[in-house]
């Protein structure tokens, strides 16, 4: 059986849940807490973050990145990167855009904020100009998105993706805490309606923190 | 003719510029200020930032690591991503620590302080804080580069593969500032000279920002 090492609400661990679930591949999730320092983690990835996947043929596999990759190496149905080149090029493109610009503007700020720093004991509360950042930043990768769908079924063309998933792992994370402003992007919300749906997310809609429950549209399709 | 868009001393264009160099691709290059509004990179990339490469059949990437897969895929010789499916992921890891590990404990606080900031026109000169945490963690990132080529001949196995050139892109931009103790870490310095004496990485050696000369070891083989 797989095992992936994962930590609530981040986005980078979801990603991989998705991806495994697109791929009908079953596994273990264990939870870490990868700011406490006695974290074994540090045994699997000298990073010392997650996801960590340790497959079935007891491979230790860490970044989101090189995780995705491999199951797309190892497990062809359904292609998550797309077949044609440039359609790959655009889906890792996107990917990055989520991972690197995404994750700096949006989720950390958000997330980051009110989550995470809560779960590590720092005290104070959230930064809020970090919080007024992240409010404005959100739009403006929303308005993206929508761009996007009017233009193409999926976020990086006709077919579902790594790219949609990313993008959704990260949102899913920030719709955790209610702070999508899905009433003001239709079509944005039309394209995240239509990943719900999908059977591969819907465990993520049954996360539950402990001391931090999720508003009632997070797992509700019709939101 | 393919043509990069890059920025001088940005870790993820000099990446670029050896795969292509390792493909044995030609190509021109356009200085980019990525800082700047009226840069006309937009309408390349909606990301505003280097590198972008445009393809001799027109295309436009952008997104580092999806222009490097996309020029593996397209060109297969030599493979810079390993042929095996865990070297692959391996490589991918090693890529995903040094563009994201290494440029946020290392390449942002030292090259960020001492070059881009002076670039973009930030006043007050570099931070002593963010510099003292560069000098630091890059200690760590080379005692690293040490743990793995004492176990393997290249930074992700037996073959000279992408994790060396993402490595050695984000390291050449420091050692540009002369901010590599390479003499407390002679395993990493014969890694490194190893990839200066590829005739991918020399024209990198030739690198000169107005009014920031490199020091005198920086293009030596024997340094």
Redesign the interface.
Known sequence: MRTLHHQWLDPFSRKVRIALAEKKLAFEMVAENAWEESSDLAALN??CDVPVLVDSNG?V???C???A??LD??HLEPPLLGTE??V???V??L???FDV?FNRDVTIPLVGEKVFKRQIGIPGGPDSNLLRIGYGAIREHLD?IVWLVERRKWLAGETFSLADITAAAHLSCVDYIGDVPWDAFPQAKDWYARIKSRPSFRPLLSDHLPGIPPPKHYADLDF
């Open positions: 000298p990073a491979a596999l860490s970044d990145t090189a995780i990759e491999y190496e190892c080149l440039l790959r090029a655009e890792r493109r990917v990055g855009w610009k993206y």
